[in-house]
């Protein structure tokens, strides 16, 4: 029986010290006070002061501390220890308080007994699932009564696409699938050779594991353009600083959020 979480956890503490470095994290300009959040998940979620919030899946921190800046009683939950470290150290050096757990997500409820008002998750996390019903059974037990759930994401339309913009992958099949390619997809040329397992769903997979769970869908957004170079010389950045298709002839679904709410 093969161990996806070890895995998968090797492949992100190998990428954590590249993804540090990248322009694409851009640390620099973060600890001189630049939020890392976009402009999608700042307004969706608005005003987060005071408010308890739970980041699953939250790489090295920058978003965490980037809600907890914003005033949020923020702890951040990650599988890799080195990006659980790096995120610590941030959050000294930049003196913002933020709790973080090293866990999968999946054993997280044996080490934190706490709920919150808002579970946040976004921008390249639903690959990592490997248990859509379980995950949304997890974000239920962390939500207190009347909690938000928030969630902004790669369209799962995009899934059937490879990076140089083909059909290439079938929508309805959930993986797991072995990804051995080189680079990371902040850094496409670093010198990291992959292995991991990846899981795919669809927009009704993640709609309907929320529901089945009892959360009441405020609202599902679709949007034609990401927040970063997805498909790499297919792209353009627009006035708003978005990467969206430099063919205009075609328009994609390329990011979605959805806000959930259990209800009291
Ligand atoms: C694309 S990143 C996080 C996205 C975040 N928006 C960012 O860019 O910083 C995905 C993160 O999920 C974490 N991860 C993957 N599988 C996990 C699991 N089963 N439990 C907890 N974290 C996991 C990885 O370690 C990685 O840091």
Known sequence: MIDYSKVNKKWWNEVTSIHAKSALYNLNNFKKGKTSLESIEKEELGVVKGKSLLHLMCHFGMDTLSWAREGAIATGVDLSDHSI???????????????????????LPQVLDKKFDIVFTSYGVLCWVKDIK????????????GGTFYIVELHPFCNILSHDLKLYYKYFDKGPYIDDSTGTYADWDADVKGLTYEWSYTMGDVINSLIGVGLTIEYVHEFPFSTYDQFPGFMEINKKGQYVLKNKKIQLPLLFSLKAIKPA
């Open 85 to 107: 470290m790096l995120a610590q150290q941030l959050s000294r050096e930049i003196k913002v308080p933020a709790d973080f757990i090293c866990s999968d997500i999946y054993n």
């Open 134 to 145: 379980k995950w949304a059974r997890l974000i239920s037990h962390f939500l207190k009564d």
